[in-house]
């Protein structure tokens, strides 16, 4: 029985606690529950498959490329590069289609506002004109609302490019507290939360369409909380460095 996996991905559950298999006939993978003879304790299946898939061919003295970890004591400091060369080479042709495009439209609204405001512009800029009159102070501002969005958009392709060759995702437990840094260099956004109350780690796929109604689908690390709280991260990571970290996590705070 393969629990719904893959042929190459077979998992036999087992228990938790003592380590026994858990057979079919006391599995009920509708009401999510795995029950343990051996024990007398029930669980729930998704986290026994989910244990199972985090520790599956991982092998924590030999860290993929790109990760470097310290454990000692009660102190763990995990890290991930996003280095990735084929991403950053896409991500920097979009980039700068996408930034060049705009580029056009923010010089001409730039030159009118400083025409607006009388201040003498450089020879290389567009005229601050529309169909040869000068433009409007409301039209120009119903500009700037417009290109908002679109200048929004080029800045987190650039942001995403430096991400893609100099970012990191860093967990770092110390005792009960813990930490979770996302950023390029010292610049970035940090999670904190209680390591002591960490009910479960595991790799999740989250899916949704975008405004053109595309399916969109992203792959993160979900730590979760005994009060039900998520904290997700990890979704620039390669597949190998998100499983390694996402499986060092659990076998730290939960195993």
Known sequence: MNYGMSENKKITPRCPKCDMVIISDDINVAKDIAYCRSCNIT???????????????????RP?????????????????THRSLGSAVGILA?????????????????ASTLSHLNIQTPEWFPAPDMNGEPMSLGFLIFLWIFLTPFILI?????????????????????????????G??????????????????????????????DRQL???????????????????LS?????????????????
């Open 154 to 182: 080029g800045l987190t392709m650039i942001g995403t490019f430096f991400m893609t060759i100099g970012g990191r995702t860093e967990a770092q437990i110390d005792r009960s507290e813990g930490m979770i840094f996302t």
């Open 239 to 255: 597949e190998e460095r998100r499983k390694f970290m996402a499986a060092l996590l659990y076998r730290t705070m939960v195993r």
């Open 64 to 80: 993929p490329s790109g990760i470097k970890y310290n454990h000692e004591g009660l102190k763990l400091v995990v890290s991930s």
């Open 94 to 110: 979009a980039a700068l289609f996408w930034n060049g495009i705009v580029s056009v439209f923010v010089l001409v609204a730039l």
């Open 184 to 213: 390029f260099g010292p610049l970035g956004y940090r999670r904190r939360f209680q390591a002591s109350r960490i009910s479960d780690v595991r790799i999740e796929d989250r899916s949704w369409r975008d405004s053109d109604g």
């Open 218 to 236: 992203k792959t993160c690390i979900v730590i979760e909380t005994h009060e039900g709280k998520l904290i997700r991260f990890g979704s620039m």
């Open 43 to 61: 669980h729930k299946f998704s986290a026994i498959i989910n244990k199972s898939n985090l520790t599956t061919n991982v092998d924590f003295n």
